[in-house]
């Protein structure tokens, strides 16, 4: 596997499950971030992972919880989610800033969210 | 604060024209600056940036940017284009904060390539 891998790529869900998505980079990257899409709307940064350590949480509700457990790899817990919720979230990995290599992002191709 | 505006949501072109994406930023300091594409069903995949030194930078499938300090912006162009660049345009400005990478997204432009 190359880049940032992510899966499952569509998950359909009721509002009283519980999913997780995964994401796993393989770029030796130190930080990672969750971002959701929604139709019509900017990219919303959801949070930010650097070294394991949770840096950003953009008040998002508690129904989403993110695990880093090392970093590669990068979690969203899902658990009674609304309809409003359906979007497509994305995960990306970067370097740590300051070292030459402009910011930029590598995103993974997302997992599509639908919640019935 | 930086923030990103993209004129046009929705912008078409022939096959073979000029395309032209427009992007405006806000930034308190040196922005670094990006161009981001996403295809249908796709993640997002970097298609240039600027940092620092020389204000043309080149991408991949053919695109350019220009950085324009005076102007705060940051179009996106390429000379000719071709029914596989249909697709969703992202400029980006970022704010390092030391620790992670922060990337301000603007609302993002359809592009359409007609026959």
């Known amino acids: 596997e190359t880049g940032v891998t992510q899966t499952p790529r569509h998950l359909v869900m009721g509002m009283t499950n519980k999913k997780s998505l995964k994401c796993e980079q393989h770029?030796?990257?130190?930080?990672m971030y969750w971002y959701k899409q929604s139709a019509k709307k900017p990219l919303e940064l959801m949070f930010v992972?650097?070294?394991?350590?949770?840096?950003e949480n953009n008040s998002v509700p508690s129904r989403f919880s993110p695990e880093c457990p090392n970093s590669s790899h990068l979690f969203l817990h899902l658990h009674t989610l609304q309809p409003e919720d359906s979007a497509l979230y994305l995960c990306?990995?970067?370097?740590?800033?300051?070292?030459?290599?402009?910011?930029?992002?590598?995103f993974g191709p997302g997992t599509r969210l639908t919640v019935l | 604060a930086q923030s990103v505006t993209q004129l046009g949501s929705h912008v078409s072109v022939s096959e073979g024209a000029l395309v032209l994406l427009r992007c405006n930023y806000s930034?308190?300091?040196?922005?670094?600056l990006f161009w981001y594409v996403q295809y249908p069903n796709q993640g997002l995949q970097l298609l240039l940036k600027?940092?620092?030194?020389?204000?043309l930078v080149k991408g991949i499938n053919g695109f350019e940017a220009e950085f324009k300090k005076s102007e705060t912006s940051f179009h996106l162009t390429k000379p000719s284009a071709h029914m596989s660049d249909a697709a969703e345009y992202f400029c980006?400005?970022?704010?390092?904060?030391?620790?992670?990478?922060?990337?301000?997204f603007g609302t993002g432009t359809r592009l359409q390539v007609t026959l």
């Open positions: 980006a400005v970022s704010s390092s904060t030391g620790t992670a990478s922060k990337l301000t």
């Open positions: 600027y940092t620092t030194g020389a204000t």
């Open positions: 990306a990995s970067s370097h740590r800033p300051g070292r030459g290599r402009g910011d930029e992002q590598f």
């Open positions: 930034s308190s300091v040196p922005p670094y």
């Open positions: 992972y650097n070294f394991k350590e949770q840096t």
């Open positions: 770029l030796g990257h130190n930080a």
